[in-house]
């Protein structure tokens, strides 16, 4: 018997006995493919440790691949067997050997260097244990998951013992031999090519799996505080303050600790047996889309999570994520108000890094920040937070604050180590978990501290609620690097100061602002909660008949099928009977009962929260609610017509629900809506005119329904420009535009009907003079006072008679205190 048939026979019965215990899975299968047709593939483990190779030769015969103890032949080659180890098992107390090339791998570079066989493929192997956050059952198997520490012989026998039946494989793309011998370096330097090629793999592998290799909380706070950076802004604030730098620098490390997370893989896993139970116990489940684009670009990015903000589970949520789908977890920008007793340190440990509301002047906590943050980046680990600065209490995407994309800027401009990619993440709930919180809020109620007790009330409010679904998309990725060049393409050539902002780095911190939070918005999910929700809100009394509720349902699937929004976003399944019969399970709607039929309606309570749900997709429907609205007010119109309106309307638009069309695609995306409602019989075209159905039609209902979901953001853009036109040239400051928009709205809201809060929301009134600015309608004098351009009388065209129902016009009037027309209206 051969020493080889011997090696056969032993690791038969070690294979035997090991899966009597010892599960596995493969993170993605789909390469199997590409391996069952290529010969002259071997693998590589990153390290010599036979269970590994046990668990990769059980995934190969279960992918009805080759096993790896197969010999690798060709016609001038033998080689016996198809696998190798990066690097030699670490001796029994666990102390790693000395690296060097293993003896495999220049087997394998010597058959293709001198043409024993054509090329070979590596595949790099990791095996990755204690890697099923759903099937966790025990903390005490926590300890023995994958860390960066060094394995030894016991702890492994350990983790095979505890973490056996939850293991994970992740195959790697191929790497080509042939590729690198064609460099023409030489056998002897090809070898330490492919060595470092591996090693840099594994690495970055791993770090993308559990995270990179962090020092201890201590060990690193103490590196920050003795950074030069940290050291002269100590200095400058003893200066400041006339303290000692004993006293400046104590100042510094207290704000270090403040703000330093504690990261733990322990509790990072034991975290995930909460949040495993949680979602199953209040959430119906969790839809998830496009994480295979993520897996792609985690590995060698640095990744900065951005995700839209709804409540206080979505970091909770992205984490539970990324650990199950087989990512790290990342650091996460809490707020200060969440380091509470308990709950403040167990997020410590999973991730959380806490901050203040404000660094105003502050600038030594600034800098700690900067350099905490910056250090957090260089070393590689993924960063959360969230872009609108808060929650959103209206479902809108709030205007994005800038403060943390700046310092990540200036940290990336000053020094990076790897590429960095924005990640927009858009979180969906069927129904919020703070919904009873937001209502009150939404209703004008002051926004409550949070406190430890509060926890328990939440748990003791919702538990006999139902949650839903929630959806969870991954948008389109921004790689940094290419959005600089895009912006300001000589960026590379220049030199920058860390106490020194170049010009450019302010508006382009706000270009990406604008793209993330768009981007974020590309990738909504649209549930059943939206759409019911956009449908009521829109009839005059909040109800509507259950058969035509359907019948509109329906035709918005339909014509959202027909014009996908991106290619990031996604629509429910089955059909308006069902969100019907989902509304109702929820408590979302109401419904009574006649001898004529069934009524759908929202209570007042209802029709207050159920805004929140419209607004999560309300951009989607902003185009072709606005074509809608032309067709409301008018019976006919042209295709260049509806252009040309729809061109002058839709940058305050864009600006305000952060829609991803550019102007070069209008044109596009208004054909396709135009023949959407063309093959849904909604419009008819006569000539070279559209008409709308006759108004006794039911389509005439759904055209009405469709155009008052942006009829209010129209109302409140009419509102500014009566103002405007009203009070003359240079009479006006924003602010007092700003204040008298929103007590005219509050007015109106009262007047009209309108339930929805954000109808009187300052904010938004002075985002859309800030756009007439940007767009060059408005104009400061020297004492800041208004003035405008005849596009503002455009603007008013657009707005007041191609759009708005008469009455409306009539009554903002009114209340404008103007009894005549304006003169650009007649």
């Known amino acids: 018997m051969s020493f080889s048939s011997i090696r056969r026979f032993g690791f038969a019965i070690y294979r035997r006995v090991m899966l009597l215990w010892v599960r596995s899975e493969t993170i993605d299968s789909s390469i199997f493919e ?128 505890f973490l056996g039946r939850k293991t994970r494989v992740q195959f790697a793309q191929p790497i080509s031999i042939r590729s690198l011998v064609e460099q023409g370096k030489g056998e002897e330097r090809t070898e330490r090519l492919i060595d470092r090629v591996l090693r840099v793999h ?94 792609e670009i985690a590995p060698g990015h640095e990744v900065i999570y951005v995700p839209c903000h709804r409540s206080h589970v979505d970091y909770l949520l992205l984490s539970y994520l990324l650990f199950a789908n087989g990512l790290t977890p990342p650091h ?68 994005p604050r800038t403060g943390m994309l700046a310092i990540t800027l200036q940290n990336y401009l000053r020094s990076h180590r790897l590429p960095l990619v924005f990640v927009p993440v858009y979180i969906g709930y069927e129904r919020v978990l703070e919904g009873k919180t937001y209502l009150g809020e939404l209703r004008g109620k002051s926004k409550k501290k949070e406190s430890f007790f509060d926890v328990f009330k939440v748990l003791a409010s919702i538990r006999k609620q139902r949650f839903g679904k929630v959806a969870v998309n991954f948008g389109e990725p921004i790689k940094l690097t290419e959005f600089l060049n895009n ?139 606005l074509i809608m609205s032309y067709f409301h007010s008018n019976s006919r119109m042209s295709r260049e017509q509806v252009i040309r309106f729809t061109a002058t309307l839709y940058p305050f638009l864009r600006a305000e629900l952060f829609i991803r069309f550019e102007k070069e695609q209008l044109e596009e995306v208004i054909n396709q809506w135009l023949n959407a409602f063309l093959e849904q019989g909604i419009l008819s075209l006569e000539g070279d005119y559209y008409q709308r159905p006759a108004p006794s039609s039911p389509r005439y209902v759904f055209l009405t329904l469709m155009a008052r979901t942006i009829s209010p953001t129209l109302q409140r853009f009419y509102m500014s420009l009566a103002i405007l036109l009203n009070k003359g040239q240079y009479q006006l400051t924003a602010e007092e535009l700003e204040q008298l928009s929103t007590v005219m709205a509050q007015r109106l809201s009262i007047l009209h009907g309108i339930n929805a809060p954000e109808f009187f929301d300052k904010t938004l009134f002075r985002h859309f003079t800030q756009t007439l600015f940007t767009e060059r309608v408005l104009w400061k004098n020297a004492e800041n006072k208004i003035g405008f351009t005849r596009k503002l009388n455009e603007l008013v065209e657009s707005v007041a008679r191609r759009v708005l129902p008469a009455e409306i016009r009539l009554s903002i009037r009114q209340v404008t205190n103007d009894e005549d027309e304006f003169s650009p209206l007649t």
């Open 202 to 295: 594994f690495k970055n592998t791993k770090t993308a799996v559990i995270g990179p290799d962090l020092s201890h909380r201590r060990t690193l706070v103490k590196a920050i505080i003795h950074e030069p950076a940290i050291q002269k802004a100590i200095a400058e604030e003893a200066q400041r303050e006339n303290i000692s730098l004993e006293k400046a620098q104590k100042k510094a490390l207290r704000y270090a600790k403040e703000m330093a997370s504690d990261y733990s893989y322990i509790a990072i896993r034991f975290l995930e047996l909460v949040l495993s139970w949680f979602w199953n116990k209040f959430y119906d489940g969790i839809n998830l889309k496009n994480i295979e684009g993520l897996r």
């Open 487 to 625: 912006q300001q393409p000589q960026w590379q050539e220049q030199s920058y100061d860390e106490n020194a902002q170049p010009e450019w780095l302010r508006p382009t911190t706000h270009a990406l602002a604008e793209k993330i939070a768009t981007n974020i918005n590309a990738a909504a999910a649209i549930n059943p909660a939206n759409l019911v929700a956009m449908v009521l809100l829109s009839t005059s009394r909040l109800a509507l008949d259950e058969i035509a509720l359907e019948k509109v349902l329906d035709l918005y699937l339909a014509l959202l099928r027909s014009v996908p929004y991106s290619d990031f976003s996604s629509l429910p399944t089955g059909d308006g009977q069902s969100m019907i019969k989902f509304a109702l399970e929820m408590k979302l709607i109401a419904q009574q009962e006649d001898a004529l039929g069934r009524i759908c309606y929202l209570d007042e309570q209802n029709a207050v929260l159920m805004t929140y749900y419209r607004n999560n997709v309300l951009h989607m429907f902003a185009l072709p609610g």
């Open 34 to 161: 590409q391996l069952q047709q290529d010969p002259m593939v071997v693998y590589v483990l990153p390290q010599a440790f036979t269970s590994d190779l046990v668990v990769l030769d059980n995934e190969c015969r279960k992918a009805q691949l080759k096993s790896l103890m197969d010999p690798l032949n060709s016609n001038n080659l033998a080689v016996e067997s198809r696998y190798s180890y990066l690097r030699e098992k670490p001796q029994w107390s666990g102390r790693k050997v000395k690296p060097q090339v293993a003896p495999m791998l220049k087997k394998w570079v010597h058959a293709v260097e001198s043409g024993q066989v054509e090329d070979i493929k590596v595949v790099p192997v990791n095996v990755f244990w204690g890697q099923s956050p759903d099937r966790e059952t025990s903390p005490w198997k926590l300890i023995f998951a994958d860390s960066w520490a060094v394995t030894g012989r016991l702890r492994r026998f350990f983790t095979i013992l």
């Open 332 to 399: 996460i920008a809490a707020g200060i108000n969440l380091n509470m007793p308990v709950i403040g340190g167990l997020l410590r440990r999973g991730g959380a890094f806490f901050m203040r509301r404000t660094f105003k002047g502050n600038p030594l906590y600034t800098s700690v920040f900067n350099e905490y943050l910056h250090t957090l980046c260089r070393r590689g680990f993924p960063v959360e937070y969230f872009v609108e600065g808060g929650r959103s209490r209206t479902g809108r995407t709030l205007q």
